[in-house]
């Protein structure tokens, strides 16, 4: 029984489907939207994290200003944002360095928790915090803990 391979005809190769350039155009394509769409997507907890290594990074510094400048150092907290504030002549002044100086959240972001109303939080001339300190930041679906410990050390979670 003889058996042989049927010629494909012209129009059955247009029928036949895609071509393998033609998928991979579809492909590359998909991609880059798939792309601008991720870029473009806003982190839900983008504001929120900013914030907190933000004030971490300036809680940092301020203890630090504290153990240069060998003078008490406080961090006042609110809902609406934090400050600086260090032992002057004249009392408690905001601190001029323009690194510390007061900060608003962003919008959206809160804090939660005792500090919703106020909070404070001192450093001595040595740096050392006088109380630990957990401050959660909350936004709209994200939430960061800024933990300060009993030896000054700041940490991000």
Request: hydrophobic share 45%; proline share 6%.
């Amino acid at each position: 029984m003889p058996t042989s391979v049927v010629p494909s005809s012209p129009d059955r190769r247009r029928e036949a489907g895609f071509t393998l350039v033609e998928l991979m155009v579809v492909l590359a394509v998909m991609g880059l939207l798939a792309g601008v769409a991720v870029w473009r997507w806003p982190a839900g907890n983008s504001r929120v994290r900013a914030d907190a290594v933000a004030l971490s990074s300036r809680v940092a510094a301020a203890r630090d200003q504290a153990i240069i400048s060998g003078r008490p150092l406080a961090l006042e907290i609110d809902a609406a944002g934090y400050r600086f504030v260090q032992r002057g002549e004249e009392g408690w002044e905001p601190v001029a360095e323009p690194s510390l100086r007061e900060r608003r959240w962003s919008r959206g972001v809160r804090p939660t928790g005792a500090a919703t109303a106020s909070a404070r939080l001192g450093f001595d001339s040595v740096g050392l915090p006088d109380r630990a300190l957990d401050l959660t930041l909350a936004g709209d679906s994200a939430s960061a803990v800024v933990e300060i410990a009993a030896d000054g050390e700041v940490v991000v979670k």
